[in-house]
């Protein structure tokens, strides 16, 4: 048998996927939430997307209290770097919407595209993560974190001791994660 070939869609999964089967239980309501939900995800990345190249080319957008353009301007404004990965081991890592270290004060700005309420903790791990990769410690560095999302900015700056607890956590459950795989190996 010749099988067609498809080789615009190597690499892609379709929406109904046999790689995540779950849907074959949906009914038609469960299908349209799931497809919005989908579709906003979509939309996230490519804001994102759009978002890093504007910082990357410097271009501000029209000072109107939108999420987008409260965020992209106040990331060139504060002079930072887009999509930055921040490592600690192959069993920690993640990537900051927006970063920049002056100073001596540490900010990280992220883009929520959504609608559901976010919380602070992911980027309070991509202080530790900075913390541990940069070796700082969080009691002798200033922390502004930012999420911006409905046309607003929240600003948190996070007690030092939360962000020592965070890192503390990175560090055992890394060499734990890493004694086990040692263990599967031998």
């Known amino acids: 048998m010749i099988f067609n070939k498809h080789s615009a869609l190597v690499g892609q999964h379709a929406f109904l996927s046999a790689s995540k089967p779950s849907w074959i239980n949906y009914d038609e309501d469960k299908l349209d939430r799931a497809y919005l939900v989908a579709q906003a995800a979509a939309r996230g990345t490519r804001l994102h997307e759009l978002a890093h190249r504007l910082i990357r080319e410097e271009v501000w957008l029209p000072d109107n209290d939108q999420t987008l353009s409260l965020y ?65 410690k969080p009691f002798d560095i200033e922390i502004e974190l930012r999420i911006y999302q409905n046309n607003e900015a929240r600003i948190y700056e996070p007690d030092p001791d939360d962000i020592f607890h965070i890192i503390d956590k990175i560090v055992t459950f890394s060499k734990h994660l890493e004694a086990r795989r040692e263990e599967e190996l031998s």
Do not use: W
């Open 72 to 136: 992209v301007n106040d990331a060139i404004g504060f002079k930072m770097s887009p999509e930055q990965i921040l490592y600690y081991s192959e069993h920690c890592y993640g990537t900051a919407d927006t970063i920049c270290f002056r100073n001596n004060k540490l900010r990280i700005h992220d883009l929520k595209t959504g609608i559901n309420t976010t919380s602070e903790a992911q980027l309070k791990i991509y202080a530790a993560l900075f913390c541990l990769e940069y070796r700082f």
